[in-house]
């Protein structure tokens, strides 16, 4: 039924009062002599009417379109598309990530947060684009034992330092290998107290930030050999591994595999990454693609910072 003419004068009046006028819905209730429900209403009642249309005017560059296609798809709070120089180097990309990272992760900083933090070139690029904050109320926290040469820059213990710096928080490493030679070892070495109460702090973090690993020559896994060794990844393969998030191996449908090197890993588990409020994963490039889908498939992110062209996915 069409409204009246006297509804439409009352619905433009309230609405040129709240969208114009810059009132609140309590000024526009004692200004017409309304309750404020009632006001709540005739906003709702104007839009229906189109007496109001919204206009969202997009970015000049970016891809919200394919954004809003990835936050709809996959149940994500947000997704944020870059465009990157060459797909096929992932040095190039993680740069081209980490800035659009950076500004998120600081956006989506709550106050008196944990932040846990992984590892890798993505991360560092991550923390490179990092602006200098004052957040002594933060606590960064490491949530894998470290990978590789500690000195490198992508190893989590640096990584953990140079955030905790930049953004003036606070720190808690984890001084453990974040895999250890056999199962004995990794539980003497969470039965110590401080791996223990820092591994317990990890999952309670209010914000994880991820990279997503794929298994190959270059990567910090396999770089010195002595990480994940040739075995272990014969082992991934064979039980269907595309990737790792925070060190955890998953299948294509980002469920974990069930392999014996799980329980050598000093870190976050996945079934603990799942339980966190908000977990922000960046990740590009064409040897990216299909460990993006397995995370988005298993419902292991609530935020993705990719590129445009791995983007494009909507299985």
Request: proline share 4%.
């Amino acid at each position: 039924m069409a409204i009246t003419q006297e509804e439409h004068r009352l619905l433009y009046k309230i609405a040129q009062a709240y969208y114009t006028d810059g009132l609140t819905q309590q000024q526009i209730a004692d200004r017409f002599g309304l309750s404020r429900p009632k006001v709540s209403r005739l906003l709702k009642q104007a839009r229906e009417e189109k007496v109001v249309t919204i206009s969202v005017v997009p970015p000049p560059s970016g891809q919200p379109k394919l954004e809003r296609a990835l936050e709809q798809r996959w149940d994500l709070d947000e997704a944020i598309v870059v465009t990157v120089r060459d797909l096929d180097q992932l040095g190039e990309v993680a740069r081209d990530l980490g800035p659009a990272a950076a500004d998120c992760f600081l956006r989506r900083l709550p106050e008196h947060a944990v932040v846990g933090l992984t590892w890798g070139r993505t991360m560092s690029a991550l923390v490179d684009a990092l602006s200098s904050q004052s957040r002594p109320d933060v606590t960064i926290v490491q949530i894998n034992g470290g990978l590789g040469l500690v000195d490198v820059l992508e190893h989590s213990t640096e990584l953990a330092r140079r955030m905790a710096q930049k953004l003036s928080a606070d720190l808690r490493l984890l001084p453990a290998p974040g895999i250890v030679s056999n199962q004995a070892a990794a539980e003497a070495l969470k039965s110590d107290k401080q791996i223990s109460e820092t591994l317990a702090l990890t999952a309670r973090s209010d914000v994880v930030l991820v990279g997503l690993g794929v298994p190959r020559p270059g990567s910090v896994l396999l770089r010195d050999g002595n990480i994940v060794t040739q075995q272990d990844l014969a082992r991934l393969e064979a039980a269907g591994a595309v990737g790792d998030i925070a060190l955890r191996f998953v299948t294509a449908s980002g469920q974990p595999v069930d392999v014996e090197m799980n329980e050598r890993i000093i870190g976050l588990t996945l079934s603990q990454l799942r339980a966190i409020r908000s977990v922000i994963g960046v990740a590009g490039g064409t040897a990216k693609r299909e460990m993006i889908l397995a995370a988005l498939s298993g419902g292991l992110l609530d935020v993705l910072i990719t590129d445009e062209a791995t983007g494009w996915f909507k299985r």
